[in-house]
């Protein structure tokens, strides 16, 4: 693969950063994930909005290369021969030469890294046809989720917790409320209404969870912002998930018991189709 590291595209193992990075030692860094489909960028200005907000809600520089951002996506696109996949994109704050919990001095320059995954067939994935089974784990993250930072250790714990337990992945649960998934947001559907919990500090503002409310509202469907228990997930007709990387995606099972019919439902299946029609007509 060829990476970007700092204004460079190299091939990733001459790609270097510092061991004093504050992405590396603090987790002092935040990211992005952009899927790219045929080719083109999936609501690229969403996830540059976004960044924006993660930076400025940390203090942290924002990058010389910030407004060349989407050209240094698409080149990557171009020199790793990109179809169907994802781009990686990860921005700490820096360099400051040696450990100190205190930030360095204004005008450190902070580490800007891109890479791409290459996932032929990710509009087609098996999951997404059969459905995913999913357990619940505490949500034991920081106060600050709406932040998309790289200290992602808990969700990777859960991720485990899941594999262990034989199924696809796990959502959290803070005082008998769904959060979100260790990388999605949560969604259940009842009576028509599709359900998912409102915007605050708990959860991340998802990008693709933006466009698909936006698209079910435009479709005349009811949405209703709001958190939702784990028993109203179990009496639910339908789940689902939605990320970048997912699109959407039907939730068949938590907890070991059925979602309504236990197979994909049909609202998750329309919303996914609505979604990616709909994100390729508008993809740069
Ligand atoms: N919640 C969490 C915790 C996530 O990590 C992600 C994906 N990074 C999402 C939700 C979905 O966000 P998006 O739709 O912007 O990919």
Redesign the pocket.
């Known amino acids: 693969r060829t990476v970007y590291v700092n204004g460079d595209y190299l091939p990733e193992n001459e790609a270097k950063v510092s061991i004093f990075d504050r992405g590396f030692l603090m987790a002092d860094g935040v990211y992005e ?1 952009v899927s790219v489909l045929g080719g083109k960028l999936v609501d690229f200005d969403g ?1 540059m909005v ?1 960044l924006d907000r993660s930076l400025a809600e940390l203090g942290m520089a924002t990058p010389d290369a910030r407004g060349d951002l989407l050209e240094i996506h698409r080149e990557l696109v171009r020199l790793n021969d990109i179809g169907d996949g994802l781009i990686y994109m990860q921005v700490t704050r820096g360099n400051p030469g040696d450990r100190d919990f205190h930030y360095p001095p204004e005008g450190t320059e902070p580490t800007l890294v891109l890479f791409t995954q290459s996932k032929p067939g990710m509009i087609d994935s098996p999951m997404a046809k059969r459905g995913a089974r999913i357990v619940t784990v505490p949500d034991m993250r920081w106060g600050r ?1 709406d932040i ?1 930072t790289v200290q992602l250790l808990y ?1 990777s714990m859960a991720k485990m917790m899941a594999q262990a337990a034989g199924v696809d992945d796990a959502w959290m649960i803070e005082d008998g409320f769904v959060t ?6 949560a969604y259940i559907i009842k009576d028509g209404r599709i359900i998912t919990r409102a915007l605050s500090n708990d ?2 503002h ?4 933006a466009a698909v409310l936006r698209f079910a509202r435009e479709a005349q469907m009811e949405v209703e912002e709001r958190s939702f228990t784990l028993d109203e997930a179990l009496a639910a007709d339908e789940a689902f998930i ?4 997912a699109f959407v995606t039907p939730v068949v099972e938590v907890d070991g018991a059925s979602i309504g019919s236990g197979a994909p439902g049909p609202v998750a299946a329309r919303l996914r189709e609505i979604y990616i029609d709909e994100s390729l007509k508008v993809a740069v």
Do not use: M
């Open positions: 994930v996830h976004r989720r998309k969700p979100e998934g260790t990388s999605n947001n959860i991340l998802g990008i693709t969870r939605t990320s970048a990387s």
